[in-house]
T-cell receptor, first 111, second 117 residues
Framework: DAKTTQPNSMESNEEEPVHLPCNHSTISGTDYIHWYRQLPSQGPEYVIH???SNVNNRMASLAIAEDRKSSTLILHRATLRDAAVYYCILRTNYNNNDMRFGAGTRLTVKP | DTEVTQTPKHLVMGMTNKKSLKCEQH?????MYWYKQKAKKPPELMFV???????INESVPSRFSPECPNSSLLNLHLHALQPEDSALYLC????????????????FGDGTRLSIL
């Protein structure tokens, strides 16, 4: 499986945008980029996913580089509730339900 | 509240005990998963069921025995566990994405925190 690299931790101020980077230089053409987050004492939660084009939903935006070797999860206005570990995961299409987590980025939001 | 329900939320057991973890979903998902998560680490995939059949077993020791009795239920039977098996056990479900059904998002429960004495 292609690997992802994320910073161990990031800090943000409340009500400011947050850009969480992910590098995936060995991504293949059939790999989707997924983001999940895990709030304290909860199971992981799906955030967003994409293949080539940028994606928006009610939780976040996903910006994918033109060469697809990196992506950025964008939280437009961080709240204290967004403090979590954010995981960037590559999932190959036709992948038989397989999903593996990397180390993730721990996001701290300061009031 | 999550749509995947795990019971119990906490479990303490001795190394000679037999217990079971339960997971239930009513979203019509045909893929179900068990993950193990140690403190400050990411979840690790243990088992995947697709249409009630075991499709992935990540070389998990036989003291962990999964069971999928129907499309809504997933069990993890525990026997003769070791202290290093203490962890958070997470269940998830999704639409099955065999044959390229576009990478269905997984829905997770909040886990069972297991402590082995």
């Amino acid at each position: 499986d292609a690997k992802t690299t994320q910073p161990n931790s990031m800090e943000s101020n409340e009500e400011e945008p947050v850009h969480l980077p992910c590098n995936h230089s060995t991504i293949s053409g059939t790999d989707y980029i997924h983001w999940y987050r895990q709030l304290p004492s909860q199971g992981p939660e799906y955030v967003i996913h994409g293949l080539t084009s940028n994606v928006n939903n009610r939780m976040a935006s996903l910006a994918i580089a033109e060469d697809r070797k990196s992506s950025t999860l964008i939280l437009h206005r961080a709240t204290l509730r967004d403090a979590a570990v954010y995981y960037c995961i590559l999932r190959t299409n036709y992948n038989n339900n397989d999903m593996r987590f990397g180390a993730g980025t721990r996001l701290t939001v300061k009031p | 509240d999550t749509e995947v329900t795990q019971t119990p939320k906490h479990l303490v057991m001795g190394m000679t005990n037999k217990k079971s973890l339960k997971c239930e979903q009513h979203m019509g998902h045909r893929a179900m998963y068990w993950y193990k998560q140690k403190a400050k680490k990411p979840p690790e995939l243990m088992f995947v069921y697709s249409y009630e059949k075991l499709s992935i077993n990540e070389s998990v020791p036989s003291r962990f025995s999964p069971e999928c009795p129907n499309s809504s239920l997933l069990n993890l039977h525990l026997h003769a566990l070791q202290p290093e098996d203490s962890a958070l056990y997470l269940c998830a479900s999704s639409q099955d994405d065999r044959g390229g059904a576009s990478n269905q998002p997984q829905h997770f429960g909040d886990g069972t925190r297991l402590s082995i004495l």
